[in-house]
């Protein structure tokens, strides 16, 4: 099975841009697709971007354009550059993992990181 660990959260300002990073490890993480998702108190997950071993990508209409996700499988590491953040961006941020695209795409994913905390001051 495969560990996943976030990292890169924080405190930014409406209008600034933040880089997130999700080390991978513990399998052959090669062949894993891998997402992100955010999660605010009282709503629904939401998926943001999914990205294959290929550089294939999903992204959510709500993020695309101001998100950008990215894989480097040297390092098993999967980044989310984010830019413009909002002050409606404010959440946990969460990798995933799954063999599955359509599990990935879903948040329905068998490995999660422990999550990161983002926050977007107005």
């Known amino acids: 099975q495969v560990q996943l660990v976030e990292s890169g959260g924080g405190l930014v300002q409406a209008g600034d841009s933040l880089r997130l990073s999700c080390a991978a490890s513990?399998?052959?993480?090669?062949?894993?697709?891998i997402g992100w998702f955010r999660q605010t108190p009282g709503k629904e997950r939401q998926s943001l971007a999914v990205?294959?071993?290929?550089?294939?990508?999903y992204y959510d209409v709500a993020v695309k354009g101001r998100f950008t996700v990215s894989r480097d499988n040297r390092k098993n590491t999967v980044d989310l550059q984010m830019s413009s953040l909002e002050p409606e961006d404010t959440a946990v941020y969460y990798c995933?993992?799954?063999?599955?695209?359509?599990?990935?795409?879903?948040?329905?994913?068998?490995?999660w990181g422990q999550g990161t905390q983002v926050t977007v001051s107005s």
């Open positions: 995933a993992a799954d063999t599955s695209w359509s599990q990935a795409i879903s948040g329905s994913c068998d490995y």
């Open positions: 513990g399998g052959t993480e090669s062949k894993y697709y």
């Open positions: 990205i294959a071993w290929n550089g294939g990508t």
